[in-house]
């Protein structure tokens, strides 16, 4: 069945980085697209990043233009996020999307 699991959360201080991974398997992970969400306490569940299948195209939301980058690497089966300039406003649990499917999310912490 189709597993995504998520790696890499933590907590760290505002300002540093971090980088997520998303191990995908049963199914073709080259063969589509992948998001990242997140969902912070109190807070809707929001589209942070999404990459397509052959990882030629990346968007991103507004709040992390320019901090954060949307990668895969398709013969590792593996998403990644690689999040820069964390600001304590980034805390959320950051889940892997793909195939109608989610991950179990990790906690990213940004406080001092």
């Known amino acids: 069945q189709v597993q995504l699991v998520e790696s890499g959360g933590g907590l760290v201080q505002p300002g540093g980085s971090l980088r997520l991974s998303c191990a995908a398997s049963g199914f073709t992970f080259s063969h589509y697209a992948m998001s990242w969400y997140r969902q912070a306490p109190g807070k809707e569940c929001e589209l942070v990043a999404a990459?397509?299948?052959?990882?030629?195209?990346?968007n991103y939301a507004d709040s992390v233009k320019g901090r954060f980058t949307i990668s895969r690497d398709n013969a590792k089966n593996t998403g990644y996020l690689q999040m820069n300039s964390l600001k304590p406003e980034d805390t959320a649990v950051y889940y892997c999307?793909?195939?109608?499917?989610w991950g179990q999310g990790t906690q990213v912490t940004v406080s001092s």
């Open positions: 999307y793909a195939l109608k499917n």
């Open positions: 990459i397509s299948s052959a990882g030629g195209s990346a």
